[in-house]
């Protein structure tokens, strides 16, 4: 496994707990050592207890590696570039020590790449780095496959060991066996390892993660129709929606938008692969612009809301509960804009806070905002709480706050728990603790003058139609 990052880690210990003898690569000697410590460097639930596999090791030579094993992964970082794609520098270096080291060796081996990467990358960037270096073609004893898994931050070996599918995609029909024996051994025969070609492998990873996109933000539609509408309940919607199983009810919920490593630049490498083969990429794009509409407008709402030097806490940094990774998390813009209207806020997260540090590093400087990892450090009684991920322990801990106005954009608070003298904001729900028959008047135009031309009912005033062209 050529690089144990979280997910590499991860999947190598899942690898080696079911069987396997795997051997973990990386360039940071620190990680290595943790790992070859049997300590977690990570803290992926699970994670802890696998590694103590014993035949799990881990080392920072390439060559060491690769000559004690027959499949190699590789799962490094491939960071996104100013275009929306990705950039190939650390694969084609990983790729490139691979071949040095096949170079020295008539032994037959699999090259597995699991880092996401825009179709047509392996074959025509990586496949003749490899043949360079190694003085092999891939057909003659050097099989060269491409199979990112389908996993979430803070469930990774779940999401590895128990997938709706497997997904590999392979030089030709005759490659890939090696990686379908290991696959059968550590999934079991009921989950479906779908193979293909290399392109359709590298397209399918982007069109099920911009999927996802698509369909939080049509949640998140859904919501905000129905803060608008007499009595409106987004939950009873999607529940509603979800049972057909044409649509299903996974990530069918308003609330936050989406965020982490993967779903927002996935989508955007998307829009760029439609738009250099001349298809339309306004789908994705329009998804993406949605979701940030979406969070600024929230974001004002709440502005508008508070008073300047109002003091404002979120309970929760990270891009979602389970885990401490907080990249292109919506609750730090939130702490972002409620600084720049003079909010004093202060950010709670006991996994991410150190991360959350680093990312509003110029406002902790500047004393706008404070990140706290321990309860005892909230203030007590703020003018706003937001409750920022769907961790249960956040919503005990912001009903104990007793703020103003509490933002619960998931509805986990239910209405026999709300405080007396907090008003409570649920997404997807008109505000129960004080209506407001102004939020309806949009829904009551409509029938004010049944005479008006249809054409002149649709999405004027929200700024969503120039955003999207705009982008």
Same mark, same amino acid.
Request: negative net charge; charged residues 20%; contains cysteine.
């Given at each position: 496994?050529?690089?144990?990052?979280?997910?590499?880690?991860?999947?190598?210990?899942?690898?080696?707990?079911?069987?396997?003898?795997?051997?973990?690569?990386?360039?940071?000697?620190?990680?290595?050592?943790?790992?070859?410590?049997?300590?977690?460097?990570?803290?992926?639930?699970?994670?802890?207890?696998?590694?103590?596999?014993?035949?799990?090791?881990?080392?920072?030579?390439?060559?060491?590696?690769?000559?004690?094993?027959?499949?190699?992964?590789?799962?490094?970082?491939?960071?996104?570039?100013?275009?929306?794609?990705?950039?190939?520098?650390?694969?084609?270096?990983?790729?490139?020590?691979?071949?040095?080291?096949?170079?020295?060796?008539?032994?037959?081996?699999?090259?597995?790449?699991?880092?996401?990467?825009?179709?047509?990358?392996?074959?025509?960037?990586?496949?003749?780095?490899?043949?360079?270096?190694?003085?092999?073609?891939?057909?003659?004893?050097?099989?060269?496959?491409?199979?990112?898994?389908?996993?979430?931050?803070?469930?990774?070996?779940?999401?590895?060991?128990?997938?709706?599918?497997?997904?590999?995609?392979?030089?030709?029909?005759?490659?890939?066996?090696?990686?379908?024996?290991?696959?059968?051994?550590?999934?079991?025969?009921?989950?479906?390892?779908?193979?293909?070609?290399?392109?359709?492998?590298?397209?399918?990873?982007?069109?099920?993660?911009?999927?996802?996109?698509?369909?939080?933000?049509?949640?998140?539609?859904?919501?905000?129709?129905?803060?608008?509408?007499?009595?409106?309940?987004?939950?009873?919607?999607?529940?509603?929606?979800?049972?057909?199983?044409?649509?299903?009810?996974?990530?069918?919920?308003?609330?936050?938008?989406?965020?982490?490593?993967?779903?927002?630049?996935?989508?955007?490498?998307?829009?760029?692969?439609?738009?250099?083969?001349?298809?339309?990429?306004?789908?994705?794009?329009?998804?993406?612009?949605?979701?940030?509409?979406?969070?600024?407008?929230?974001?004002?709402?709440?502005?508008?809301?508070?008073?300047?030097?109002?003091?404002?806490?979120?309970?929760?940094?990270?891009?979602?509960?389970?885990?401490?990774?907080?990249?292109?998390?919506?609750?730090?813009?939130?702490?972002?804009?409620?600084?720049?209207?003079?909010?004093?806020?202060?950010?709670?997260?006991?996994? @991410? *806070?150190?991360? %959350?540090? +680093?990312? !509003?590093? /110029?406002?902790?400087?500047?004393?706008?905002? &404070? =990140?706290?990892?321990?309860?005892?450090?909230?203030?007590?009684?703020?003018?706003?709480?937001?409750?920022?991920?769907?961790?249960?322990?956040?919503?005990?801990?912001?009903?104990?706050?007793?703020?103003?106005?509490?933002?619960?954009?998931?509805?986990?608070?239910?209405?026999?728990?709300?405080?007396?003298?907090?008003?409570?904001?649920?997404?997807?729900?008109?505000?129960?603790?004080?209506?407001?028959? @102004? *939020?309806?008047? %949009?829904? +009551?135009? !409509?029938? /004010?003058?049944?005479?008006?031309?249809?054409? &002149? =009912?649709?999405?004027?005033?929200?700024?969503?139609?120039?955003?999207?062209?705009?982008?």
């Amino acid at each position: 496994m050529l690089g144990l990052g979280r997910v590499g880690l991860a999947v190598a210990a899942a690898l080696a707990s079911h069987g396997g003898r795997v051997c973990g690569v990386d360039i940071d000697p620190r990680r290595v050592a943790m790992v070859a410590g049997h300590l977690p460097a990570d803290d992926e639930p699970g994670l802890a207890e696998l590694l103590g596999q014993h035949r799990f090791s881990a080392c920072s030579s390439h060559a060491d590696g690769i000559r004690r094993t027959s499949v190699t992964y590789v799962i490094v970082p491939t960071p996104s570039d100013d275009r929306g794609g990705y950039e190939l520098r650390h694969v084609q270096r990983s790729f490139e020590q691979i071949g040095h080291a096949l170079a020295q060796s008539d032994e037959p081996h699999t090259v597995v790449l699991a880092s996401t990467v825009l179709p047509g990358a392996t074959r025509y960037a990586l496949q003749p780095v490899l043949e360079d270096a190694s003085g092999r073609a891939v057909g003659d004893g050097l099989d060269l496959c491409y199979s990112p898994p389908f996993v979430a931050l803070g469930s990774v070996l779940r999401d590895f060991l128990h997938p709706d599918f497997a997904l590999l995609g392979v030089a030709d029909g005759a490659t890939g066996r090696e990686v379908e024996t290991v696959y059968r051994r550590v999934l079991g025969p009921g989950v479906p390892i779908r193979t293909m070609s290399i392109e359709n492998a590298e397209l399918t990873k982007l069109a099920v993660n911009t999927f996802l996109t698509m369909k939080i933000t049509f949640a998140n539609t859904l919501a905000a129709l129905c803060d608008h509408l007499p009595g409106g309940d987004v939950d009873t919607v999607t529940d509603a929606v979800g049972s057909d199983s044409r649509v299903g009810p996974q990530l069918l919920t308003g609330g936050f938008g989406y965020g982490g490593p993967c779903l927002p630049r996935d989508n955007a490498a998307l829009a760029l692969l439609a738009e250099v083969v001349g298809v339309p990429p306004e789908l994705a794009r329009a998804t993406d612009a949605a979701d940030r509409w979406f969070s600024a407008h929230r974001a004002e709402a709440l502005v508008a809301r508070l008073r300047p030097e109002s003091t404002a806490v979120i309970l929760g940094a990270a891009y979602k509960a389970g885990t401490s990774v907080v990249d292109a998390s919506q609750s730090l813009e939130l702490a972002r804009v409620l600084a720049a209207a003079g909010v004093h806020v202060v950010v709670y997260d006991q996994r @991410a *806070a150190s991360a %959350a540090g +680093r990312v !509003l590093a /110029a406002a902790v400087a500047a004393g706008t905002v &404070r =990140i706290v990892d321990e309860p005892a450090d909230l203030p007590r009684s703020p003018d706003l709480v937001v409750i920022a991920t769907t961790d249960a322990q956040l919503t005990d801990l912001a009903l104990d706050l007793r703020p103003a106005l509490l933002a619960d954009p998931w509805r986990l608070v239910t209405r026999e728990r709300w405080p007396a003298g907090t008003e409570v904001l649920q997404y997807g729900r008109p505000n129960a603790t004080r209506p407001d028959d @102004a *939020a309806f008047n %949009a829904v +009551r135009s !409509l029938w /004010a003058d049944r005479s008006e031309s249809p054409e &002149r =009912i649709g999405p004027g005033g929200t700024g969503m139609d120039a955003l999207v062209a705009e982008d």
